[in-house]
């Protein structure tokens, strides 16, 4: 898989370089690209946002960076229309459903746009060019797509064959099929400061276990999540 991103704080996409994306990517499983927007500028100040027409408060970025930048990128792509990633707080809410589509994907692109939101014509553009889709992490603002588009990346890249070592550490997960919340874990020792590992665990009965454990994912769901469980409910 490819990606690139664009920003203007490119630096903020340094932690892709750590952990299991920065394996992946020295073992060529993923390629990532990042892309500083103010390159794509030519004059002294490099400005990459004006007012906004028709008034209001902040600052739009203008269109004309964005599309140099993207086409750069689409010159050097060998998928027919990449996909475009534009995180932003209005979008369509993102979830463990979309990491798996887009984790089948050749090459995703995300444009990072900070203050009041990017030129509505840029939207027009690109649709022509890629498959536009426009994601939030959910009901709440940051100041740019930067820390946003580090999620999604993390929770489509260690999708993505051979990125996570143990394919089963991705089955037994919080938000996989089965919609409930992971079962609490412990490790040694069996008694920490007075709290004990629950007896059950030590028991060495994979049944009674398994059983256990799938009592403490549905409470967990009930308590936490009882949106989650509703909606399981009316799955059955
Ligand atoms: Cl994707 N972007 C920004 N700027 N804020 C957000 C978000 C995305 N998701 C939630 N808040």
Redesign the pocket.
């Known amino acids: 898989m490819r990606i690139d991103i664009v920003s203007i704080f490119p630096e903020y996409l340094k932690a892709l370089d750590l952990s299991l994306l920065g394996k992946a990517q020295e073992v060529d499983l993923i390629q990532i690209h990042v892309h500083d927007l103010r390159d794509y500028t030519f004059d002294r100040h490099q400005t990459v946002d004006d007012t906004p027409y028709g008034g209001g408060a902040g600052m739009v970025m203008k269109a004309e960076p964005w599309a140099l930048a993207l086409e750069d990128i689409l010159d050097s792509s060998e998928s027919v229309k990449p996909t475009l990633i534009v995180?932003?707080?209005s979008?369509e809410v993102f979830g463990q459903p979309v990491a798996h589509d887009l984790a089948e994907l050749e090459h995703l692109v995300f444009a990072c746009g900070r203050y009041e939101g990017i030129d509505e014509r840029m939207f027009d553009w690109a649709r022509e060019r890629f498959d536009v889709r426009l994601?939030?992490?959910?009901d709440?603002?940051?100041?740019?797509?930067e820390v946003?588009a580090l999620a999604m990346i993390e929770a489509v890249g260690r999708l993505v064959p051979g990125v996570v070592g143990n394919p089963e550490s991705l089955v037994e997960e919080s938000h996989s099929e089965d919609g409930l919340l992971e079962y609490p874990v412990y490790t040694k020792p069996s008694s920490w400061r007075s709290y004990d590992v629950p007896e059950i665990l030590l028991s060495g009965d994979h049944a009674k276990i398994a059983a256990w454990r799938r009592e403490q994912q549905e409470e967990r769901t009930r308590q936490r999540r009882p949106d989650l469980w509703t909606k399981r409910q009316d799955m059955a």
């Open positions: 995180p932003t707080p979008g994601m939030s992490l959910g709440y603002v940051l100041n740019g797509g946003a």
